[in-house]
C-alpha cells in the first residue's frame, strides 16, 4: 500500500514476515523443551560430580532462553498488530476521500 507522503508497504511480505517471527520463536521454545528434557536426564550421572554448579549453569541458560523466546514471540505479534493497523487505516482514510 502507498499513501500520499510516499510510505509504501506490502501487507503479504509483513504478514508473511510476522508469521515467521513467529515461527522462529516456536522454533527457539522446541530446542528450549529439547534442553530441558536432556538436563533432567543428566541428574542422575552428575550425582555428586559438581551437579549443583552444572544444574544453576543450565538453570540459567534455560531462564534467559525462555526470556528471549518470549521475547520473539511478542515481536512477531506487535508486528501483527502494528500490520492490521496500517491496513485499517488506509481502508478509513480511503472511505473517508
Keep these: 500500500m502507498s499513501t500520499s507522503d510516499g510510505i ?3 501487507p503479504g511480505a509483513v504478514s508473511d514476515h510476522a508469521h515467521g517471527v513467529i515461527g522462529n520463536a516456536s522454533a527457539l521454545d522446541q ?3 529439547d ?5 533432567q536426564m ?3 550421572y552428575f550425582a555428586g560430580h559438581g551437579a ?5 549453569a543450565q ?3 534455560l531462564s534467559g532462553l525462555q ?5 520473539i514471540g511478542h515481536h512477531g505479534s506487535t508486528i501483527g498488530s502494528v500490520l492490521n493497523g496500517a491496513v485499517d ?3 478509513t482514510i480511503n472511505r473517508i476521500f
Design 67 to 71: 526470556g528471549l523466546i518470549e521475547t
Design 8 to 10: 509504501t508497504y506490502h
Design 89 to 91: 487505516t488506509d481502508h
Design 42 to 44: 543428566l541428574t542422575e
Design 59 to 61: 538453570a540459567q541458560m
Design 35 to 39: 534442553a530441558h528434557q536432556l538436563t
Design 52 to 56: 549443583t554448579g552444572f544444574f544453576e
Design 31 to 33: 530446542i528450549h523443551a
